[in-house]
């Protein structure tokens, strides 16, 4: 078995901060609209970032064979993962957005080892098939009704679950795991952090420009002093910190074992839905945490084994 390093602790506090801003966002969305609510975020991300790499004295130097990619990374994950990610999300449950979003790294898995770029291992893959069922049983009853269509909204206008709140976070889990993919190559080259701030700052651009119409609409004196916190943790947590992290975690470790550690996500956004919004978990959901820590400890080792190949 691999050793423990600090890049996995980092990956696991990552991972913690990205559980916690699910409950955040349905708080912050409470009074924010959803893009109005994802243009701000990214913007007081987009200038914290800015003022680090100053502070770091870096050049803005990239090589013209990886401004395209660059630019389309950018806009994959900054805007149309976001989209699709804040919008199903006000549709969806906290728990079902998790239970969605954790299936990242089969998809990583499964592109990368198509593509020729990294092998999945048999234990790897024992490992992911044990996290998922440690989410299936996490999400219990949701697991049927990611399949039944749901009314949008409730009498009373508060959101619900919704068909196409889940298709909305379908989409969001592809264009993060085609992000994973191609952000491996630039994180190697030109930094974790440097990568992270020419990414965004192409995908929020876009961004901003898709959601003027909310931010013109907005009601700023009605938004509670709990949403813009909320704003805060997600723009300086769930994105600076984290997007640094994971860039960080493609670089030491690669996009399938990186990506494992999302399946942490569920777990313990059980565990904070149960305290903010009063989801209270089941023995089966508890049990499900458990295989999902198990599945995560399997697919971290490098014994040496078969390789699937998947085709």
Known sequence: MSRVTWVDGLLFLMSTVWAINFTVVKIALQDFSPLSFNALRFVIALLTLMLLFRMRRETWAVEGEDLGSLIALGILANTIYQVAFIEGLARSRASTAALILATTPMVVALLSAVRGHERVTGRMAVGIGLSFLGIALIVGEDWSRLRTSRAVFEADGSPRE??????????????????????????????????TLLMMLSGTIPLVLLSLSD?????????????????????????????????????????????????????????????????????EQWIGAAMILLGISLARTREEEVELTLS
């Open 162 to 195: 919704t068909a196409f709140g889940d298709l909305l976070l379908l989409v969001a889990t592809v264009c993060w795991s085609l992000y994973t993919i191609g952000a491996k190559r630039h994180a190697h080259r030109y930094g974790a952090l440097k990568s």
């Open 215 to 283: 931010l013109r609409e907005q009601s700023w004196t009605t938004i509670r002093p709990t949403a813009w916190a909320a704003l805060v943790f997600s723009a300086l947590g769930a994105i600076v910190f984290c997007f640094v992290a994971w860039n960080y975690g493609l670089k030491r470790l690669g996009s399938t074992r990186t990506a494992i550690y999302s399946n942490l996500s569920p777990a313990i956004a059980l565990l904070v839905a149960w305290l903010g919004l009063g989801e209270r978990p089941s023995l």
